[in-house]
């Protein structure tokens, strides 16, 4: 059992940035590909980016490549994401993830375990 406590959202204005960040508990965190996902209002919940295991692939959302960036500290069992440029648009509650071991994947479906999320407000 993972489980996964969000933080670092907040009010932003456009251009701005926010570093979200996801503690997980317990001693196998290093062995979870991680996503972070988001859900506007009245939206479906959305794939951001996600990274493997190791840190050594990722895969980026067309809408935040470039000015998002995912990374995992395993040894402090937290995964991150640095948002830049931020633009109303990426108005949500955001959302990190974790996967049973495997291959790393885009799909909320195939997470198994989720963090209460946190809001990020953008205004123009």
């Known amino acids: 059992q993972v489980q996964l406590v969000e933080s670092g959202g907040g009010l932003v204005q456009a251009g701005g940035s926010l570093r979200l960040s996801c503690a997980a508990s317990?001693?196998?965190?290093?062995?979870?590909?991680m996503g972070w996902f988001r859900q506007a209002p009245g939206k479906e919940r959305e794939f951001v980016v996600a990274m493997s295991r190791s840190g050594g692939n990722t895969y980026y959302a067309d809408s935040v490549k470039g000015r998002f960036t995912i990374s995992r500290d395993n040894a402090k069992n937290t995964v991150y994401l640095q948002m830049n440029s931020l633009k109303p648009e990426d108005t949500a509650v955001y959302y990190c993830?974790?996967?049973?071991?495997?291959?790393?994947?885009?799909?909320?479906?195939?997470?198994?375990?989720w963090g209460q999320g946190t809001q990020v407000t953008v205004s123009s």
């Open positions: 317990g001693r196998t965190f290093s062995s979870y590909p």
């Open positions: 993830a974790a996967k049973r071991p495997g291959l790393v994947t885009t799909s909320p479906h195939t997470y198994d375990y």
